[in-house]
T-cell receptor
Framework: KAGVTQTPRYLIKTRGQQVTLSCSPI?????VSWYQQTPGQGLQFLFE???????NKGNFPGRFSGRQFSNSRSEMNVSTLELGDSALYLC???????????FGDGTRLSIL | QQQVKQSPQSLIVQKGGISIINCAYE??????FPWYQQFPGKGPALLIA?????SEKKEGRFTISFNKSAKQFSLHIMDSQPGDSATYFC???????????FGQGTELSVKP
């Protein structure tokens, strides 16, 4: 069974641009969660989608948004990029929600 | 109240020794406590998880001890091996809904 797939693996952008990251969950998983990982703040929850609806949201500005498609694939968008958005963005999927979550290897986003 | 505090930040253990990582939480509504292992360049991988109705869970060399009254839980790695060298994260969540609250992580180094 294929794991969680995130694309692209690496991305370099400049301040002010926007970016879209993609996540394909494990087959059959309906919940997709997104996390930001930085050395200073650790792993922080961004949002969760379940059956195409946002079910949970973390404490991030509105520049961070996401969506989920009918095949459970999810995208995350960050607009007006700031230097502080440089991070590893991780996607996790699960059957119904919190237990258990399986992570992809992330997208490393660097802002110049 | 949503925080999970993890200690120590780093840990050096000799091969064959026991590695112990501790976590504490405030929110008594948390009902799922997983531990993740992360290698450089990879996403977190689920190691073992416990629910608060159980005081201990063992899987191979990995054991979670859970103290509900103290609101603490810990990971014990028996017979630690150099291949166990990684960053370990504890986490907690509430009910359904993929929102994991992570500890700050412990960088474990097992010396041969």
């Amino acid at each position: 069974k294929a794991g969680v797939t995130q694309t692209p693996r690496y991305l370099i952008k400049t301040r002010g641009q926007q970016v879209t990251l993609s996540c394909s969950p494990i087959s059959g998983h309906r919940s997709v969660s997104w996390y930001q990982q930085t050395p200073g703040q650790g792993l922080q929850f961004l949002f969760e989608y379940f059956s195409e609806t946002q079910r949970n949201k973390g404490n991030f500005p509105g520049r961070f948004s996401g969506r989920q498609f009918s095949n459970s694939r999810s995208e995350m968008n960050v607009s007006t990029l700031e230097l502080g958005d440089s991070a590893l963005y991780l996607c996790a999927s699960s059957l119904e929600g919190s237990t258990p979550q399986h992570f992809g290897d992330g997208t490393r986003l660097s802002i110049l | 109240q949503q925080q999970v505090k993890q200690s120590p930040q780093s840990l050096i253990v000799q091969k064959g020794g026991i590695s112990i990582i501790n976590c504490a939480y405030e929110n008594t509504a948390f009902d799922y406590f997983p531990w993740y292992q992360q290698f450089p360049g990879k996403g977190p991988a689920l190691l073992i998880a416990i629910r608060p109705d159980v005081s201990e869970k063992k899987e191979g060399r990995f054991t979670i001890s859970f103290n509900k009254s103290a609101k603490q839980f810990s990971l014990h790695i028996m017979d630690s091996q150099p291949g166990d060298s990684a960053t370990y994260f504890c986490a907690a969540s509430i009910g359904q809904g993929g929102k994991l609250i992570f500890g700050q992580g412990t960088e474990l180094s097992v010396k041969p």
